[in-house]
């Protein structure tokens, strides 16, 4: 009897990865027959433990923090945009083979566009911040063809920096935070900072949003963020990050398996287990 196909994600913490729990969801659904087990490395081990799961059978990974920038140098072979990002989260091995994808991107795209229904074609964008989780959504921002993508940091040198990067690829300016007050408003908004985590807000001004505005925090949790409830209190729509998390991973399932989930049963599972509730 064949044994189920291995899946991992990898990472160092891990006991707090979701992945395992949405794949299988999506195994499930799909009556797939594989294993999806959480994996952690030691902090100087990533590539020895990667090899070893290879080694065992395994037939895919998933990588987390810290390893994204690690998985992107040991791979054989990178797609455009885990080229674009720099960083892969997606890794499938075939033979001696290591093919690595960057999902987050068309994860954001996907819970935008199908999930919450806002078109990104023609649009005014700001992203919020210019680290590792901007890097890996800027090319699929523009690939859908925004009227302008404006990154804002803290500083605009990062910023600056990915301007020149992509600035082939459509339009897209950089501004430090000062710099927002006289750029009036935005479609949609993106918060990619680290600020959500630690229960702050950028520096960004109110006269930004309207009634229109999608505000999206690619951090999620049981409550709405700082960054979506000051969005929220200056009128727009918001939206947090767990749509993200579910869709890349869906589209991490169909790189391995060649199926699509159906994630709109997922994302209610997930959404449920986060609701504070007093019965």
């Not at 690690?70 to 072979?77: F, G, I, M, Q, T």
């Not at 939206?239 to 589209?251: H, P, S």
């Amino acid at each position: 009897m064949k044994a189920p196909d291995r899946y991992a994600v990898i990472g160092n913490p891990i006991t707090h990865s979701k992945s395992p729990e949405i794949h299988a969801y999506f195994a499930a659904q799909l009556k797939q027959d594989l294993i999806y087990e959480p994996l952690l490395a030691p902090l100087n081990g990533f590539v020895a433990s990667v090899r070893d799961f290879i080694a065992q059978g395994g037939k895919g990974m998933n990588v987390t923090v810290p390893f994204k920038l690690e998985a992107y140098a040991l791979a054989s072979k990178c797609t455009a945009r885990a080229r674009a990002a720099g960083a892969v989260n997606t890794l499938s091995f075939d033979g001696d083979a290591i093919l690595a994808d960057n999902t987050d991107g068309i994860g954001l795209i996907t819970d935008i566009m199908a999930n919450a229904g806002v078109a990104i074609n023609g649009k005014r964008i700001l992203l919020l911040g210019a680290g590792g989780a901007a890097r890996g959504v800027i090319l699929p921002l523009l690939e859908q063809q925004p009227s302008q993508l404006v990154i804002a940091n803290r500083t605009s040198t990062k910023a600056d920096q990915l301007v020149n990067q992509f600035d082939t690829e459509g339009a897209v300016v950089a501004r430090d935070f000062g710099g927002l007050d006289v750029e009036g408003t935005f479609d949609i908004v993106i918060n990619s900072t680290s600020a959500s985590m630690a229960a702050e807000l950028p520096p960004i001004p109110a006269s930004m949003f309207t009634k229109e505005t999608l505000a999206y925090d690619m951090m999620y949790g049981r409550e709405p963020t700082v960054f979506m409830r000051f969005s929220a209190q200056h009128g727009a729509q918001v939206r947090d990050g767990l749509g993200m998390l579910i869709e890349q991973a869906a589209e991490a399932f169909f790189i391995w398996r060649g199926i699509r989930p159906n994630t709109a049963a997922v994302f209610g599972e997930l959404r449920s287990k986060l609701v504070v509730t007093t019965s």
